[in-house]
């Protein structure tokens, strides 16, 4: 089964039926905020093409991603949620401290000869902006299960200078069949929209297959809220951040990526699919860590 799990393929730009959702608000049995607080925030996210993206389509795709991982915090952002959502929503902030750990974790293990590979690749931003200056004959392969985001990372590395040493693969993450092909393999955003753990063990296990013995894994995960958990690694959010963030995520968008897991729940689905846990590295809010594991 070849699956996109982040968002929906067809029709990603048609009306969001803003109407259909605040009766879903309103016959909410329990919600985070006030109901009319909720109400406004549905009407606000319609307001900006992000908002309306991720209302219609409850998860981000290769483009939104890289808009708001990288190209959204350059800009001044006119619609104050918008702002909110990139500059404050602590997911968010996490994942853009995330993207500059993940960054320097690669850069540090670059080697002569490597083949380094991001599954999902989106627009692959975690390769093409690495400094390949002093590095020779680096290849750097791309694979993701979208043709959309698959070309924009081909213009993403033409940008960047590195067409040369760039390949694409059209691949479902599940259904890889790549075994021994990679030094290094960077995942980001996938493990998060699988609430199923078995499947996600099988991820890992694609994973483990794709590397080269010695190999290295950079992967994420996202944490637990203390209300959801009390091994929840939070630190330093702001109560009503958190609050507006499950507002918007969870009550108005029905967000996909609600596959919460403990650094201790990582750490085992890893540790099953044959890998040795070499460092967690947490962003300041404890929201989005990086983790970094070899197969032996
Ligand atoms: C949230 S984006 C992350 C992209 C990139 N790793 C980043 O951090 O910017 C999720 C990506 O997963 C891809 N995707 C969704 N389901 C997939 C699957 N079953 N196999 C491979 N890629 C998938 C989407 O096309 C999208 O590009």
Redesign the pocket.
């Known amino acids: 089964m ?6 929906e393929v067809s029709d990603k730009f048609a009306e969001v039926d803003l109407f259909s959702i605040e009766q879903r608000l309103r016959a909410a049995k329990e919600l985070t905020l006030p109901l009319e607080e909720e109400v406004s925030l549905l009407y606000q996210m319609a307001e900006f093409e992000l908002g309306r993206y991720l209302l219609k389509n409850r ?4 483009y939104w ?2 808009y708001w ?1 990288i190209h959204g915090p350059k800009l001044q952002l006119e619609h104050p949620l918008e702002d909110w959502l990139i500059n404050h929503a602590p997911y968010f902030m996490g994942s853009q401290k995330r993207f500059q750990i993940f960054a320097e974790e690669t850069q540090k293990r670059l080697r002569d000869g490597m083949t380094v590979a ?6 692959m ?2 390769l093409v902006r690495l400094d390949l200056s002093d590095i020779k004959d680096v290849n750097l392969v791309g ?4 043709a959309e ?1 698959l070309a924009l990372a081909a213009k993403n590395a033409v940008d960047h200078g590195k067409v040369a040493c760039t390949k694409f693969i059209q ?4 259904n890889l069949n790549m075994p021994n092909a990679y030094d290094l393999l960077l995942s ?3 493990n998060f929209y699988e609430r199923d753990d078995a499947r996600v063990v099988e991820l890992y296990k694609q994973f483990f297959k794709a590397l080269k013995p010695g190999g290295t894994l950079i992967t994420s995960f996202i944490t637990p809220s203390p209300a959801l958990s009390k091994e929840s690694s939070w630190i330093n959010v702001n109560p009503q951040d958190a609050l507006k963030q499950k507002a918007v995520f969870a009550d108005i968008m029905q967000g996909r990526w609600t596959a919460v897991r403990t650094e201790a729940t990582t750490r085992q689905q890893l540790e099953e699919a044959g890998f040795i846990i070499q460092a967690v590295i947490y962003d300041p809010q404890g929201v989005f860590p990086t983790i970094i594991a070899e197969k032996p």
């Open positions: 070849d699956t996109v799990i982040t968002h998860g981000l795709n290769g991603t890289a991982l991001s599954l999902p690749c989106g627009l931003d975690d694979i993701d299960i979208d985001s691949a479902d993450a599940w980001n955003g996938l």
